[in-house]
Nanobody
Framework: QVQLVESGGGLVQPGGSLRLSCAAS????????MGWYRQATGKRRELVARITLGGLTDHVDSVKGRFTISRNNAKNTVYLQMNSLKPEDTAVYYCNADITDYSGGRYFRNDYWGQGTQVTVSS
């Protein structure tokens, strides 16, 4: 069983910082692209940033210069450093990963999601 477990969300004032973490565990053979998405109340889930196995990154325009995605392949973990937070960044943040796991002598490639972590930016 593969799981993604997020941590690091919370309440922060405008202009503050948070660092989200997402650790993958289970019978993992390989992890490809990992990413962070967010969903604000009443809105669709949107991509925030993603990073390939080789470290190439892509950030949505609204967070460029403020958020930075990174990963530690040895720890099967992806991070999102969020600086200069704004009220409009308030949302549930979800980790996503393209994972190939090994079970019963077979390989399975799936798209996995974490349970989500709430980020609230408010004074």
């Amino acid at each position: 069983q593969v799981q993604l477990v997020e941590s690091g969300g919370g309440l922060v004032q405008p202009g503050g910082s948070l660092r989200l973490s997402c650790a993958a565990s289970g019978s993992i053979f390989n992890i490809g692209t990992m990413g962070w998405y967010r969903q604000a109340t009443g809105k669709r889930r949107e991509l925030v940033a993603r990073i390939t196995l080789g470290g190439l990154t892509d950030h949505v325009d609204s967070v460029k210069g403020r958020f930075t995605i990174s990963r530690n392949n040895a720890k099967n973990t992806v991070y999102l450093q969020m600086n200069s937070l704004k009220p409009e960044d308030t949302a549930v943040y979800y980790c996503n990963a393209d994972i190939t796991d090994y079970s019963g002598g077979r390989y399975f490639r799936n798209d996995y999601w974490g349970q989500g972590t709430q980020v609230t930016v408010s004074s």
